[in-house]
C-alpha cells in the first residue's frame, strides 16, 4: 500500500516539507535539527526556535516532543501549530517575540517515525491503530516508547514484558533505537555540567489531560527525587495550564500506573520540569476539521510553559 493522501492530517513526508518551508522562511530563528535515526532508518527532525538560532546562546530551553505513539494524530499538528505561530508571529505579536528572544526551544513533531508511517499507510480511511516503533520484538513487533525510558524502567507494574503487548517496555532500558535518540538529545543539552532544557512537554492524545510526575507511584513526593517544592511547582503549573486549556490536572498515576514514562525519565533522571498533555478527542483519529480548534486551544498553555523556563519556582513564589 501507498502512503495515503493526508486531506489535512500531515504525513510524515508532509511534515519535513513543512519544516523545510518554515526554515527557509524564517531563518533567523527557525533551525532544522536531525535528533536520529529509527530503526528502519528515518531521521528524527526537530526545530529550534530562537534568536540569532545558529548560536548556542545562554539561554533557558524548552523541549517539546509529539508523536512518540504513531496513531495520536492531533499531536504531530500541535507541534506543527506551536513551530508556526513562534515564526509567523515573531515581530507581530509582542508575547512571542519576548519568547523568541529570550528561550531555546527545541520542537520534535514525530518522534516515532517509522510507527507514524506505518499507521498511516493504509487502503482504507481509516489508520492502523499503531501506538508503538516498529522493531520487531521476540513475539511480534513494536516497543512502548513511553514505557522504554530508563528512570524505575519495568519497576512497578506499569508496563509489560510481552512483546505483543501495546505497552511492552522493551528488553531492556533504552533498547529502542527512537528512546535512545531522544535521551541522547537531552543529554546533549547539558553544557558545561549545566542542563540546558527546563521544561519537557510530550504531547500524546487523548483524554484532555494536564499530567506531571511521578507516573510509577501514587506517592506524591518521593525523599530525594521529587520534593514537595518541586511537587508544589509542577502541580500549580500543570493547573495553570489546564486553567487556560479546559483540560483536567493531575498527576501521571491519578490516571494509571506507569513506568519507564518520559515525564519520568525527564524529571527523574534529568530534573527537567516535565509534563504529558492528553489532547482532545474520543478516538485517535478525530475528523481533521477540530486540527485548527483543538492545536489553537492550546496556545495560551503551551506560551505560559514555555515563559517559565527561566525559573519554573517563580510558580510557587520561590527563587528555586
Ligand atoms: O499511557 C501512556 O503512555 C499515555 N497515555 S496514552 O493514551 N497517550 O497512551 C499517558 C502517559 C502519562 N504519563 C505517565 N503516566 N507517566
Ligand atoms: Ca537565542
Ligand atoms: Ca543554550
Ligand atoms: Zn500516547
Known sequence: P????????HTYAETLAEIDQVVANYPQIARKFVAG?????????????????????????????????????????????????????????????????????????????????YDMTSDTSAGR??????????????????????????????????????????????????TKVLANFARSRVVGGVQQ??????????????????????????????SADEEATHRTIGRQMANSNGYTPQQASDLYITDGTTDDWFWGNQRIFSYTFEMYGSSFYPSPSVIERETSRNRDALLTLTEYADCPYRAIGKQQ
Open 129 to 178: 491503530m499503531w501506538r508503538k516503533n516498529r522493531r520487531p520484538n521476540s513475539t511480534s513487533t513494536g516497543t512502548d516508547l513511553n514505557r522504554n525510558f530508563a528512570y524505575r524502567w519495568g519497576c512497578c507494574g506499569g508496563s509489560s514484558g510481552n512483546g505483543a503487548s501495546e505497552t511492552y517496555r522493551g528488553p531492556s532500558a533504552e533498547s529502542e533505537p527512537e
Open 37 to 117: 535515526k529509527s530503526y528502519q532508518g528515518r531521521d528524527i527532525v526537530g526545530v529550534k526556535i530562537s534568536d540569532n538560532v545558529a548560536a548556542d546562546e545562554a539561554e533557558p530551553e524548552v523541549l517539546y516532543i509529539a508523536n512518540i505513539h504513531a496513531r495520536e494524530r492531533l499531536t504531530n499538528e500541535q507541534a506543527l501549530y506551536l513551530i508556526g505561530i513562534l515564526t509567523k508571529e515573531y515581530n507581530a505579536t509582542s508575547r512571542i517575540t519576548n519568547i523568541v528572544n529570550s528561550r531555546e526551544i527545541w520542537i520534535i513533531p514525530i518522534s516515532n517515525p517509522d510507527g507514524q508511517v
Open 2 to 9: 501507498q502512503p495515503r493522501a493526508a486531506t489535512s492530517y
Open 197 to 226: 532544557l527546563k521544561i519537557f512537554l510530550d504531547i500524546h492524545s487523548y483524554g484532555e489531560l494536564v499530567l506531571w510526575p511521578f507516573g510509577y507511584t501514587y506517592a506524591n513526593t518521593v525523599p530525594g527525587a521529587l
